[in-house]
C-alpha cells in the first residue's frame, strides 16, 4: 500500500504569476487534469473507502489534501495581500469553490476533457473563476442607499 500511495503522491503545482485570476485558472485546470487521469480515479476510490477503512488511506489524502488545497492557499493569501482580492475574502472557501466545482463538473461529465479539449478547458475553467470572483448576487443596498452588510 505504501508503494501505491507514494507512486500517486502529486506535485504541487507552480505558478509564477502574481495575476490571481490565471493562477485560479491554473490551480482549476489542475483539478480538472487530475480528476480526469488515473490518480484521479485513485483518490475517488480512496475517498470512498475512507470510512469503511479509517486510517488506511490518511495519509495519502493528507498528502492530497496539501498539495491541493493548503500549498494553493498561500497563493490566495498573497493576492489578498497584495489588495487583488478584498480583505475579507476567505480563502478556504474560494478554493473550495474551485476545486469543488472542477470535481462536481468532472464527475457528472460536463467538464470538458483537458486531454482532447484544452483550449475549451481552459475557457471553462476561466468562467467558473470569473464567476466566483464576481459573486452572483447583485449589491444590496438599505432604503437609505447604505450598502448593506449581509447578502
Given at each position: ?6 507512486s ?10 502574481t495575476d490571481i ?7 482549476a ?14 483518490v ?7 470510512q469503511?477503512?479509517q486510517?488506511v488511506?490518511?495519509r495519502?489524502l493528507?498528502?492530497?489534501?496539501d498539495?491541493?488545497?493548503s ?12 489588495g ?19 470535481l462536481?463538473?468532472s ?5 470538458p476533457?483537458v486531454?482532447?479539449?484544452?483550449a ?9 473563476v ?12 438599505h ?5 448593506s452588510?449581509?447578502?
Amino acid at each position: 500500500m505504501a508503494d501505491v500511495i507514494r507512486s500517486h503522491v502529486l506535485e504541487p503545482m507552480t505558478a509564477p504569476s502574481t495575476d490571481i485570476r490565471r493562477q485560479l485558472i491554473e490551480i482549476a485546470m489542475s483539478i480538472l487534469r487530475l480528476m480526469q487521469s488515473e490518480e484521479g480515479t485513485f483518490v475517488l476510490r480512496m475517498s470512498s473507502e475512507r470510512q469503511a477503512r479509517q486510517g488506511v488511506f490518511e495519509r495519502y489524502l493528507e498528502r492530497v489534501r496539501d498539495v491541493i488545497h493548503s500549498s494553493n492557499r498561500s497563493l490566495v493569501v498573497a493576492a489578498i495581500e497584495r489588495g487583488d482580492l478584498a480583505s475579507d475574502c476567505d480563502p478556504d472557501l474560494l478554493l473550495h469553490t474551485i476545486t469543488g466545482s472542477m470535481l462536481v463538473s468532472s464527475l457528472m461529465a460536463m467538464a470538458p476533457e483537458v486531454a482532447c479539449e484544452t483550449a475549451d478547458a481552459e475557457e471553462y475553467c476561466g468562467r467558473v473563476v470569473d464567476q466566483v470572483l464576481r459573486g452572483s448576487a447583485p449589491a444590496l443596498t438599505h432604503a437609505d442607499g447604505e450598502p448593506s452588510a449581509t447578502v
